[in-house]
Nanobody, 124 residues
Framework: QVHVMESGGGSVQAGGSLTLSCEAS????????MAWHRQAPGKERELVAS???????NYADSVKGRFTISRVNAMNTVYLQMNSLKPEDTGVYYC??????????????????WGQGSQVTVSS
């Protein structure tokens, strides 16, 4: 089984900063990508930032220059540093981990596992 645990989040005034962290654990052979998504009230879940095992990153236009995603491969951990927060950044942030487990028979199985979600609230 794979477990994805998030921490961080909270409430902050506009212009402030927060850091989210996400750690994947369990029967993991390797992780190919980790990403942060968010869902604002009444809106669909959207990609915020992602990173792959090679270190490549991708950001939503709305957070470029303000958010930074970083990953520690050896620890299966990803961070999201959020600076210059705006009220429109408010929402529940979810960590998505994509990787492979290896069965007893030696086969590789892909997984896409979501964290439990972390509330981020930015007040004006």
């Amino acid at each position: 089984q794979v477990h994805v645990m998030e921490s961080g989040g909270g409430s902050v005034q506009a212009g402030g900063s927060l850091t989210l962290s996400c750690e994947a654990s369990g029967s993991i052979f390797n992780i190919v990508a980790m990403a942060w998504h968010r869902q604002a009230p009444g809106k669909e879940r959207e990609l915020v930032a992602s990173t792959n095992r090679g270190g490549g990153t991708n950001y939503a236009d709305s957070v470029k220059g303000r958010f930074t995603i970083s990953r520690v491969n050896a620890m299966n951990t990803v961070y999201l540093q959020m600076n210059s927060l705006k009220p429109e950044d408010t929402g529940v942030y979810y960590c998505l981990t994509t990787g492979y487990t290896r069965t007893d028979a030696g086969a590789f199985e892909r997984f896409d596992h979501w964290g439990q979600g972390s509330q981020v609230t930015v007040s004006s």
